[in-house]
């Protein structure tokens, strides 16, 4: 069980999506990815990571699997 999770958000612009934060499980991540594109088809370019505690930073490779061009920005 996850007893804690980042607060996450994403920002849809006019050519992509930039995310803020990626979740502590891949799982929960998922759920994100899916939450974008139930507002978009367009493609996540973007990833800002706001620290590297775990809970922002574990799910990154659901990001980079999902969208290989994705920038990481920490």
Known sequence: AVLFESNGAFVVGERGVTVIDAQFTAAHTREVLAAVRRVTRLPV??????????????????????????????
């Open 45 to 74: 370019r973007t990833v800002v990571v706001t620290h590297a505690h775990d809970d922002h930073v574990s799910g990154l490779q659901v990001w980079r699997d999902s969208f290989p061009d994705v920038e990481i920005v920490a």
